[in-house]
């Protein structure tokens, strides 16, 4: 089994800064993609930003300049270092990584999800 724990979610003020940290255990075999999820009330889940093995990462338009997504292969963790912080960040963040088990089959987990809530 493959369990991710995130946390650093919570409350920041508008301009301020969060950073997000998800660490995957259990039965990882090896993580091919980990990434960072959103979803704001009456919204649809959308892709923040992801990051392969090697470090390529993508992001979102609207976080771009923002939003640095990182990982520490060692710790099987990644992080989401967000600043600038806009209302328009706040919802559920969800972390999600992709890879494959010792016997090649591919999978996908995700988070729980944390909270993060952008207000003055």
């Known amino acids: 089994q493959v369990q991710l724990v995130e946390s650093g979610g919570g409350l920041v003020q508008p301009g301020g800064s969060l950073r997000l940290s998800c660490a995957a255990s259990?039965?990882?075999?090896?993580?091919?993609?980990m990434g960072w999820y959103r979803q704001a009330p009456g919204k649809q889940r959308e892709l923040v930003a992801d990051i392969t093995k090697g470090g390529s990462a993508n992001y979102a338009d609207s976080v771009k300049g923002r939003f640095t997504i990182s990982r520490d292969n060692a710790k099987n963790t990644v992080y989401l270092q967000m600043n600038s912080l806009k209302s328009e960040d706040t919802a559920v963040y969800y972390c999600r990584i992709q890879g494959n088990q010792r016997a090649g089959v591919r999978y996908e987990s995700w988070g729980s999800g944390t909270q993060v809530t952008v207000s003055s």
């Open positions: 259990g039965s990882i075999g090896n993580i091919y993609v």
